[in-house]
């Protein structure tokens, strides 16, 4: 059994753990509340931007922007990661799943565009194809940061030989749970995102002005760039989930580990005054 010193170091040192912890479940639980809200509160937003570009795409008869035409070509797989850690299996499932997609595509076939310090690093340690991007770490998702990626993402599709980009991250459901998620960027055809919305407006007639392909020249790039937005504030929400939950479980097992701790060092004290005891009834003895 360890001595009485080496148990009460033990002590403080996973109630300092302890603390930290607790510190960083506060610090979760608090970006949570913001990202969470962001992320729901955008969504009406992007289905019904959606609804409207795939209506807008249904009455164009032929389509010549170069955001919708099926090109031979490789796949580029977007993986969208966090920069840090300490977040349970957020990456570990993410990186699995972006793998699993990979190999079934084939390793001549498919490339990757790392977002996140996690995914750079994983796919640095693996043969596929990486596609360099000059994108900066994302320390707070805003509007500047999804429109930096949104452009290197469409300079990239605009060059030869890709077929499709898909992103692919973490979508935020509720506090445990964590949705992988893979969503096809580009192109922006054979997307059938919001049906329901179609439907009800199957019947309604568009007056477009100068033209629908005018229209969609524009909004295409928006619609990539509420795509980007929503994968990142979603992934966001989901990080702060998934850490604020590692966090939580680690500070009770910190509890556990105090409690077992505390009793071996109240076994280790009574052992010792047990053993003095018994030296000085000898010793009395003897004499």
């Not at 002590?11 to 912890?21: G, Y």
């Not at 498919?110 to 994983?122: E, N, R």
């Not at 010792?272 to 000085?280: F, H, K, M, Q, R």
């Amino acid at each position: 059994m360890p001595n009485l010193l080496d148990i009460r170091r033990r002590i403080r040192s996973v109630k300092n753990t302890q603390q930290i912890t607790k510190a960083m479940k506060m610090v979760a639980a608090s970006r949570l509340r913001r990202t969470s809200e962001q992320a729901i509160q955008a969504r009406p937003y992007s289905e019904r931007l959606f609804s409207v570009h795939d209506t807008i795409v249904d009455r164009v008869p032929e389509l010549n922007g170069p955001l919708y035409k099926r090109r031979d070509g490789k796949w580029l797989l977007v993986v969208i990661s966090s920069d840090k850690g300490l977040c349970g299996a957020f990456n570990s499932n993410l990186m699995k799943a972006a793998h699993k997609w990979l190999t079934h595509k084939g390793q001549a076939q498919v490339a990757v565009l790392p977002i996140g310090k996690k995914a750079i690093s994983y796919f640095k340690k693996q043969s596929f194809e990486r596609v360099t991007a000059k994108i900066e770490p994302i320390r707070d998702v805003n509007l500047e940061v999804a429109e930096e990626i949104a452009r290197t993402m469409l300079s990239i599709y605009e060059g030869d030989g890709w077929q499709e980009v898909v992103v692919v991250y973490n979508k935020f459901k509720n506090v445990m749970v964590q949705e992988v998620t893979f969503s096809e960027l580009l192109p922006l055809i054979g997307d059938s995102r919001t049906s329901d919305a179609e439907s009800a407006t199957a019947g309604v007639e568009h007056l477009a002005e100068p033209d629908m392909g005018s229209i969609l020249d524009q909004l295409g790039p928006k619609v990539v760039l509420a795509q980007v937005y929503q994968a990142l504030i979603e992934s966001g929400a989901a990080e702060h989930a998934a850490r604020m939950t590692a966090m939580d479980s680690a500070t009770n097992n910190a509890s556990e580990m105090i409690e077992k701790l505390t009793l071996d060092l109240n076994k280790a004290r009574q052992a010792a005054i047990t053993n003095e005891i018994i030296e000085i009834v000898s010793g009395a003895a003897a004499l």
